[in-house]
């Protein structure tokens, strides 16, 4: 059984070894994603509501999921600003701007 599924994975890579590489490079913006939220959402950053943002627009390039965390990311500080009738903290970042 073991054989059987080391040759499958090695034959996988084989025919498409671009595969393994789109792979990483997602699963590492995905990381940088997660953590870009959790520092800027601070208190306010649950795991899996990011996880479900990022994966609910499906199969994305990189730079538009970017955009597309980003956005959300700001909705999310708009809100909270909102509710705790706080200066927003996105308003002192300039990347945003």
Avoid: H
């Avoid at 054989?3 to 996988?12: G, N, V």
């Avoid at 990381?31 to 950053?45: D, S």
């Avoid at 943002?53 to 956005?71: F, K, Q």
């Amino acid at each position: 059984m073991l054989a059987s599924t080391i040759q499958a994975e090695t034959d996988r890579y084989i025919s498409g070894p671009g595969q393994a590489c789109s792979y990483k490079l997602g699963q590492f913006k995905i990381r940088e994603l997660r953590e870009r939220a959790r520092q800027q959402l601070g208190t306010k950053f649950d795991r899996k509501t990011v996880l479900d943002e990022i994966l609910s627009g499906g199969a994305l390039p990189l730079d538009v999921l970017d955009a597309r965390v980003d956005r959300w990311i700001r909705a999310q500080l708009a809100a909270s600003c909102q509710l705790n009738c706080q200066p927003c903290p996105r308003d002192s970042l300039s990347s945003w701007t």
